[in-house]
């Protein structure tokens, strides 16, 4: 049975084992392993200690298979957006419905505690189409495409979408007619 809660500080050598699992396979996420450390994870926690949220997925008994985060920017302007959306499900559990019912948790607790974040952003390789159709079922959208913005283990550059996902009580501007 698979259990989302909240992460713990507990959880941190955990997190830090599944980010390298999953950066180290291709299109994982936007890290190398190498860049995967303790003070990243460390740095996640304290982030989402006081501007973001943190959930993971628990696998009995108690291996931790998917994470999820996203912070605020730490400005008051931007105080309505939760940003940088980070994703990672173990390469074992990957293709199993883990990471919508992961995604759709972590939607749910930003509806429910989060009365004043309006707007959740992501970027995805423009290549990573599995993973944009994922996004796209739970209701994101594609805002824009940053040119060559990253550089493939190859070498090679592709593009960088942005999207981002609204809560459906928010009415649209007229310039988006």
Excluded: C
Excluded at 29 to 47: C, N, S, W
Aim: aromatic fraction near 8%.
């Amino acid at each position: 049975m698979i259990t989302i809660r909240q992460a713990r500080f507990q959880d941190k050598e955990a997190i830090l084992a599944l980010h390298q699992n999953v950066a180290a396979i291709s299109q994982g996420i936007a890290r190398t392993e190498a860049e995967i450390t303790d003070q990243y994870v460390e740095g996640l926690f304290a982030t989402i200690a006081t501007d973001g949220l943190m959930l993971v997925a628990v696998d009995t008994p108690d291996q931790l298979i998917a994470e999820i985060h996203a912070s605020k920017y730490g400005l008051r302007i931007f105080d309505h957006i939760l940003t940088g959306l980070t994703i990672a499900v173990h390469p074992d559990y990957q293709g199993k419905g883990i990471g919508k019912m992961v995604f759709q948790a972590f939607l749910d607790e930003v509806q429910h505690s989060f009365p004043e974040v309006r707007r959740v952003e992501l970027e995805s390789r423009s290549s990573n189409q599995k993973s944009i159709g994922l996004y796209q079922s739970l209701g994101f959208v594609l805002e824009g495409r940053m040119r060559n913005k990253t550089r493939n283990s190859d070498g090679s550059f592709e593009d960088s979408l942005l999207m981002a996902w609204t809560k459906s009580d928010i009415e649209r501007s007229d310039e988006d007619d």
